[in-house]
């Protein structure tokens, strides 16, 4: 396990590089709009089977 730890710290330190604050911000611009999107196609489906069930049940009903 610590030799897990220690070969994942070097990694971080010689291997990964950070990207630029500009590179950041488009980077968050882009997830945030993607989410928004996620969020309201799911809403939508969210709606739809949401009715399709209530008139499957007032059909039952009826």
């Given at each position: 396990m610590?030799?897990?730890?220690?070969?994942?710290?070097?990694?971080?330190?010689?291997?990964?590089t950070?990207?630029?604050?500009?590179?950041?911000?488009?980077?968050?611009?882009?997830?945030?709009?993607?989410?928004?999107?996620?969020?309201?196609?799911t809403?939508?489906?969210?709606?739809?089977?949401?009715?399709?069930?209530?008139?499957?049940?007032?059909m039952?009903?009826?």
């Amino acid at each position: 396990m610590v030799t897990y730890i220690k070969e994942s710290i070097e990694e971080l330190r010689n291997n990964v590089t950070l990207p630029s604050r500009a590179e950041s911000s488009n980077l968050m611009v882009v997830v945030a709009v993607f989410s928004i999107l996620f969020a309201l196609a799911t809403w939508g489906v969210d709606t739809v089977f949401s009715r399709l069930i209530q008139l499957y049940f007032n059909m039952l009903i009826n």
